[in-house]
């Protein structure tokens, strides 16, 4: 069965699904998945872009524009 096939199947039987529960973990693997996919589409830094990141790093911690992990910790509990 090709993939269009396989499609078709899933919304056929997608369409007859009653529960909402099923119907919301499906919905988070498609979200999850799209994600993944999006994640793939991406350029990698240039060795000149890694090396300027680097060095706004250091100066920003050189000049105390950072946050600690526990100060980044306490934000999300």
């Known amino acids: 069965m090709n993939i269009e096939a396989r499609k ?3 919304v056929k039987e997608f369409l007859k ?3 909402e529960e099923a119907i919301s973990r499906l919905e988070n693997i498609l979200r999850k998945e799209k994600n993944t996919s999006d994640e793939q589409i991406f350029e990698p ?3 000149e872009e890694l090396n300027k990141r ?3 790093s250091e100066s920003d911690f050189l000049n105390n524009q950072f ?3 526990s100060e980044l910790l306490a934000k999300y509990e």
Do not use: P
Request: net charge neutral; aromatic share 6%; hydrophobic share 35%.
């Open 8 to 10: 078709i199947e899933f």
């Open 17 to 19: 699904l009653q529960s």
């Open 54 to 56: 680097i060095d706004k």
């Open 45 to 47: 830094m240039t060795q």
């Open 67 to 69: 946050k600690s992990s």
